[in-house]
């Protein structure tokens, strides 16, 4: 069997994923990164760690160079909303694509992306890892036996705040004023909590609206987000019907993720603070073999459970990339919602879910960027909140209260924050 070779893009997540692509069977071959402080750190971490041969392993600054490199496939884990031209260029070299978090930044960059893939021979998967927890797989397993019924609502929640005293997150995650993360609008890092549910239930969103949860934070501390906006509450209709509920990534609460989904005949969802589930049915709907209430943590009953429990955000990060490489080795694009048009409805969530957000809850239809003639339609719509790479500037604002911005003290303690660097 072909030893899969992979090169990565993005020496900061990129080096932790580096780790799981090697577990699944790849080699590590190449690096890229335009940063040299953290390329040259990542450099010495893979081959430290024995993730990277040194006699066999190259390192780039330059991503047209670094794709001529001899590889197989590249993993992804550049700047949250730039993925889109870069998988564009390794599909049309027929290089199998591993991409983290949204596919596209903008509609018109969906729409190029789908294009490009469609000319290509290429695997494309959508590295969302979270419906590999452990708890989720659980989730998905129960939904498919079909004991819930028809299945009608579901809710997906990523609570991720931050200790605004936490300076060494702002050296390692916001390390200049411009970087995404300090424009990143409340509903576009949606994967973690739309992901779950989408793959346990099989339902793709066709309508979406948004409604924002303002909450700034004018105390003294190193800031230089212009998003104050703690959450986006955003619900979507289904081609089947059912209705999601979810958040993006949300600053509210206590640190943690929650997903339930609702049937005729019963719910499951994750407790909230540990690794169970709880599994209901009414009591004139109790299957054969279950009570009422079954609170219980499923277990992973999988052979490579070494490796999983080896590996980072519960052990996703390891099942994310043995599915890549499964694909790769059978020829067969991935599942829902792992597969380029369920990625791209994510994206297209997250776009039109935050311009509902700016105006109150105006619902959006996403369209089916399948067909064509819905792709002229945005074939255009570069609209963003976000800075470019390449110094372009954000043509939309990035929070529910365009006015909104850090205090001159937040900025002058983020600018002696990251200063050293």
Not at 37 to 43: C, D, I, V
Not at 165 to 181: E, G, K, L, N, S
Not at 377 to 406: A, Q
Request: net charge negative.
């Amino acid at each position: 069997m072909k030893t899969i070779r992979v090169g990565i893009f993005g020496a900061g997540r990129g080096a932790d994923l580096a780790h799981d692509q090697k577990e699944a069977g790849a080699k590590i071959v190449a690096l890229c990164d335009f940063n040299e402080n953290r390329r040259e750190a990542a450099r010495s971490r893979l081959i430290e760690a024995k993730i990277a041969d040194k006699n066999d392993f190259a390192v780039y600054d330059d991503f047209d160079k670094f794709i001529e490199h001899d590889m197989d496939a590249v993993v992804l884990a550049n700047y949250f909303h730039e993925h889109a031209p870069y998988a564009i260029k390794c599909l049309e070299r027929g290089i199998h694509v591993f991409s983290e978090c949204i596919s596209n930044g903008t509609m018109a960059e969906g729409i190029e992306l789908i294009r490009a893939f469609e000319k290509s021979n290429a695997v494309y998967f959508l590295a969302e890892n979270y419906p590999q927890m452990c708890s989720n797989r659980e989730i998905k397993r129960i939904c498919e036996g079909g004991t819930l019924g028809k299945l009608l609502y579901a809710e997906g929640e990523y609570n991720h705040p931050v200790d605004p005293a936490d300076t060494d997150f702002q050296r390692w995650c916001r390390y200049f004023r411009h970087h995404w993360r300090n424009f990143n609008a409340q509903t576009y890092y949606i994967t973690h909590s739309i992901g779950p549910i989408m793959a346990a239930t099989g339902a793709t969103p066709k309508r979406v609206t948004a409604l924002p949860v303002y909450a700034p934070n004018y105390d003294d501390f190193a800031n230089a987000s212009y998003v104050g906006d703690a959450s986006a509450i955003i619900t979507t209709l289904n081609d089947d019907g059912s209705v999601f509920k979810f958040s993006a990534c949300s600053k509210y609460g206590a640190h943690g993720v929650s997903y339930r989904v609702c049937g005729t005949k019963g719910q499951i969802e994750n407790v909230r603070g540990t690794e169970k589930v709880m599994l209901r049915y009414n009591d004139w709907n109790i299957p054969e073999g279950k009570e009422e209430i079954n609170f219980y943590e499923p277990s992973w009953d999988d052979s490579d459970e070494d490796k999983i429990i080896r590996s980072g955000h519960g052990g996703a990060d390891y099942l994310t990339a043995r599915m890549f490489h499964d694909c790769i080795r059978s020829g067969k694009q991935p599942a829902h919602p792992f597969n380029i048009y369920a990625a791209i409805n994510m994206s297209s969530v997250a776009i039109l879910g935050f311009r509902s957000m700016l105006e109150r809850g105006v619902p959006y239809d996403i369209p089916d960027l399948r067909n064509e003639e819905e792709r002229t339609k945005w074939e255009n719509d570069r609209l963003t909140p976000f800075y470019g790479s390449d110094g372009s500037e954000p043509t939309l604002p990035c929070c529910s209260h365009p006015d909104y911005v850090p205090t001159e003290t937040q900025l002058k303690l983020y600018d002696e924050v990251i200063k050293e660097l």
